[in-house]
Every structure is written in C-alpha cells, then in structure tokens.
T-cell receptor, first 111, second 118 residues
Framework: DAKTTQPTSMDCAEGRAANLPCNHSTISGNEYVYWYRQIHSQGPQYIIHGLKNNETNEMASLIITEDRKSSTLILPHATLRDTAVYYCIVRGSSNTGKLIFGQGTTLQVKP | DAGITQSPRHKVTETGTPVTLRCHQTENHRYMYWYRQDPGHGLRLIHYSYGVKDTDKGEVSDGYSVSRSKTEDFLLTLESATSSQTSVYFC?????????????????FGSGTRLTVV
C-alpha cells in the first residue's frame, strides 16, 4: 500500500474551511484514498473515501488531483468539535483488507 | 460504535499475568483487526483476521496471539503481560463493499480498551 505524507499539525478558525493536504505520490491505479479522524481517546471515525473523482458527503469533501498523487480533505465550516487527528490512508483491494495508519495531522480549531 | 463492542473497557494487570481482550461484532463482517495506540506511534496493527480461524500478523505482533473461533468474536491474548504492553487497544471490523468504481472496505472501530500493566 502507498505511503502518505501529511503535515504534523494545522490550525483553523472556527467557521472557516479547513483544508488538510495529503501527498501519496506512489499511489497505484487501484488504490483508494481514505480519510479517518480520531477525536481524543475515541476510536477512529470514517470520514470519506475516493478513487479518482472528487467526493462529497455530509461531513466533508475530498479533492483528488488528476494525477492522483495528492488529495485535500475539506471541512467546509469547521467547528470546535472538529478538533481531532486526521489520517489520510491509501490502500488497495487486497484480500486482507488491513488499514495501515500514519501519524496523521492534528487539526486544532480555534474560536 | 454500534455493531462492535470491546471488553473490558479498562483493565489493570500485573506483569507476567495472561490477559485476554475481547472484540465482539454483530455485523457479520469478514475482517477483524486489533490495533494498539501509544503516544508518538499512532495506531499500529497487531493482528488481523480474514475469516474464522484465518489470522495473520500485523506490524507489532510479538508478545500477542489471537483467536477467532466464530465470526463474531476476535480475541487478543497477552500470554505474559509486560509494562511495554500498556496501551490503548482498538478493535476494528470491515467488509468489502462494491460500488460502480470498484471495491473498497468500510471500517468501523470500537471504543477501545485501556490496559495498564504494572
């Protein structure tokens, strides 16, 4: 599975959009991009995933570049409750299904 | 989270004693995983299972064993607990989902077990 690179930490003002980048330059054609977040002491929570097209759901939007080497998670109107560690994970459709986490980005939403 | 429960939620045990953590699911998902989380290391995969009696090692499997005798239960055993195994342990389940763009896995994590080895 491809390795990802994320900034260690980011700040965002409450009510503003939070844009979290992720580099995955070694991604291969059948690998998906997943985003999870972990709020303090809780289990990771699924946010969104994509293969090549941009995706949007009730939580966030995922923008994947045309060459698929990077992506951006967008929280359109960040709230204090969005303060968490955000993980970008790239994995394929192997039989094992295992998910390997990196260090993630700690997003601090400030009032 | 709905459909996945971990027990116990908290445990304190002494060095050298055996410890078993349980993950129970009601989703009938094929895949189950055990992770540990420590400060500075993030989430690391210990063992995983891709079916009843089918298990394999993850990144940090030394000192741990697992068993899956039925679909709904995945047990993690520390045969002889050590202080380095003090951690928060998360269980996860997943199943393959097929969409118009191909297959992917939907993952759900449990609430975690905080284990302290003294």
């Amino acid at each position: 599975d491809a390795k990802t690179t994320q900034p260690t930490s980011m700040d965002c003002a409450e009510g503003r959009a939070a844009n979290l980048p992720c580099n995955h330059s070694t991604i291969s054609g059948n690998e998906y991009v997943y985003w999870y977040r972990q709020i303090h002491s809780q289990g990771p929570q699924y946010i969104i995933h994509g293969l090549k097209n941009n995706e949007t759901n009730e939580m966030a939007s995922l923008i994947i570049t045309e060459d698929r080497k990077s992506s951006t998670l967008i929280l359109p109107h960040a709230t204090l409750r969005d303060t968490a560690v955000y993980y970008c994970i790239v994995r394929g459709s192997s039989n094992t299904g295992k998910l390997i986490f990196g260090q993630g980005t700690t997003l601090q939403v400030k009032p | 989270d709905a459909g996945i429960t971990q027990s116990p939620r908290h445990k304190v045990t002494e060095t050298g004693t055996p410890v078993t953590l349980r993950c129970h699911q009601t989703e009938n998902h094929r895949y189950m995983y055990w992770y540990r989380q420590d400060p500075g290391h993030g989430l690391r995969l210990i063992h995983y299972s891709y079916g009843v009696k089918d298990t394999d090692k993850g990144e940090v499997s030394d000192g741990y064993s697992v068993s899956r005798s039925k679909t709904e239960d995945f047990l993690l055993t520390l045969e002889s607990a050590t202080s380095s195994q003090t951690s928060v342990y998360f269980c996860a389940i997943s199943e393959s989902v097929f969409t118009g763009t191909g297959g992917f896995y939907g993952y759900t994590f449990g609430s975690g077990t905080r284990l302290t080895v003294v």
